[in-house]
């Protein structure tokens, strides 16, 4: 035999090995870019729509369900499409479809959605989601089932079990979802990534393009039909195994959105720790479906009785034990839940002939959980009880013992949801808690369902005692008088034990106080004392009789409202119309009706509402507005302070509070005010009694055109002994300015 001849056998050989190779590489490559997109757009978009309604997890949430929505959109879009007899007309429509959605890109919000609607914004972000991303999220939304299909489709070695793509699927969505917070974010602005975003989806094309001419070089399986080539085990699935699916779905996707809505209202009010659960979320789906999961079945088995044992011991007692043990804990609970319910779904997962039904109903399922808890739950409940219900519910994905029946588990788990119930609807406390029978309940259902040895028996009984006498030391805590959940979040009013003092709160961050004592109903109190930085900003002003019209962004319990003096015109701009109730009229607080009765109250988003303001109009501009404990980034970029500076009068002062326990916005208020040309001081409060909790300390800072001002401010003789006084903020070096397109949330943690 010639040697030609001879290299010309050994590449015919070797052919197959290579398109075999190529076939992994491509379609593995193209899946996970393709979930990469999909979870890097959810965040940058949602970046995109939060200047328009403030920092809220509702804002998080709502998109949220959008994009189930769309994701399931896709599925049945892509369970029709691969019905189609030949796989290579699949290919051409769904590419022509990739290649429409081109239209709306670079993504971007539209002039005409720049000013979303008073009340409620739930069904105009849904419009907004639709409008401007819809169409390429529906397109990449098909692509995972798709690929599978195609890839079950082919001769390759691993065809007859396609999920390990999946898995590839959700390790890519975890890594776009983690990669924009870290990486992207704190390095492009919105443009660049929109633009970086746009390019990677016309290379998935690409990818998508070089899947087709592979799968028309693989041949099929001999003597299998096409129908069949995934597995030769195809049948029929019953409605009953439909139903699980569902629920196995519905569960962890409830408490998804149920956990992060709990984190960042009651425990850290950071947007950027919205990702964290997400992130977790699609790591379940990545081990669960792998060939060899990295972490043990068991032990997630073993751990989820205790872990949401101890989420629902703490969930009710915030003081006195650090945030990150809280968060840890709740993290932990939600973590084991969704492993096990996920693990449970994997282990049911059909042939690949029925592939595309099976994301359907997990899909589907999806939806039903994130819509009750995103659009149901706040108008329902006014306090976030869905978290400790779904965790409950989460113990019912549990594969049952050979002994047990699921009636074992339906009956305790019913029972220890109407408890929960009766804390919305009659509102115990103290020793009747419902939270320390849901617990005594749940030792009973945790048993039930892992297997009642004595250790864990004993454990969990213990962990009841310890919650029974937690609620006895909180019969003694002040008494909450009125709840309310909106879009913005739970806002509570709570009065002292003795009557003399009243709260506002939002989440777990107090936002004003008011004295019931008689003559003492008009001090501004906490963060708003006299002595604080903002008190000495408005009395120096008042001083030199240079404050006739004051402007306010954020309301809270109206405590501002009590510097105001006869002549002068004070214009508060509040976001929500609950705030709004509480703190005038018949309202719990009668701050502005004691002191301000003649003030503006304009709703809105309160840098959208002041846009619509006369120029130069303002002799003084506060900012004061918060999302729990988290101050919305787009109050605070290079083009917000130039419409302040637009609305203030040339030697007007912009005045800002930035207290935080979370975030150190100093070295951005530093930056911003160099940017402007502004003469900028800061001043940190500490009381010099820290026993009176009418007094707390804060931070304010002040900036204006007019230096003199600014350097004119001094402690007053009063107080020299204190350790307060007007600093410089700190300037960090190469401290990038914010700007409505780019900003670094990670830069200012604490």
Known sequence: MSHSKAIAMEQRRAAPRAINTAVYVVFTASILLSAGLIFMVQPMFGKMALPLLGGTPGVWNTAMVFF???????????????????????????????????????LTIGAGWMRPPDGTPTLWLLALLAANVGAPFFALSANSPLIQKWFSKTSHAHASDPYFLYAASNLGSFIGLLSYPLLIEPSFSLPNQAAGWFCGYLALMVLLFGAALLTARMKLRPNRPLETVASASAGTISWAQRRRWLFLSAVPSALLLAVTTYITTDLVAIPLLWVIPLALYLLTLAIVFAKRPIISHKLMMELQPFCVIAALLTMNVLDGIPVTILGGIAIAAYFTTTMVAHRRLADERPDAAHLTEFYIFMSLGGVIGGSLVALVAPVVFNSIVEYPALLILGLLTRPLKPSRTRLDLYVPAFIC???????????????????????LVLFVLGTVSAGASCVRIVLLGVAASVFSMVSIHQAGMPQTVHQVRSFFGVHKVRESTDGSQRQLLHGTTVHGMQSLVSGEETQPLLYYDRKAGGGRVIAAMAADDRLSRVGAIGLGAGALSCYAQPGQDWTFFEIDSHVISMSTGDGFFTLMSRCAPGATIIQGDGRLTLARQTNQSFDLLVLDAFSSDA????????????????????????????????????????????????????????????????????????????????????????????????????????????????????????
């Open 417 to 439: 949801l109407m408890v929960l119930g009766t804390d919305f609807v009659f509102d115990i406390y103290g020793l009747a808690d419902p939270y320390t029978i849901a617990i």
């Open 68 to 106: 189930q929505a769309s994701l399931l959109a896709g599925y049945c879009y892509a369970h029709v499409l691969s019905k189609l007899k030949f796989v290579r007309l699949q290919q051409v429509i769904h590419l022509v479809v990739m290649a429409s959605a081109t239209a709306v890109l670079p």
């Open 631 to 750: 101050i919305p980034l787009h109050l605070l970029t290079r083009e917000a302070v130039g419409l302040y500076l637009q609305k203030l009068r040339p030697d007007g002062v912009l005045l800002l509070h930035i207290s935080n326990r979370f975030l150190d916005p100093e070295p951005a208020i530093a930056a911003l005010g160099q940017d402007a040309g502004l003469t900028v001081k800061l001043f940190d409060y500490i009381p010099s009694d820290t026993s009176d909790k009418t007094k707390t300390g804060s931070t304010w800072v002040a900036m204006s055109a007019d230096t003199a001002f600014i350097e004119s401010l001094r402690p007053t003789a009063s107080t020299q002994t204190e350790p307060n006084a007007w600093r410089k903020p700190r300037l960090e070096p190469g401290f990038r300015v914010w700007t409505d397109t780019y900003s670094n949330v990670l830069a200012i943690l604490r």
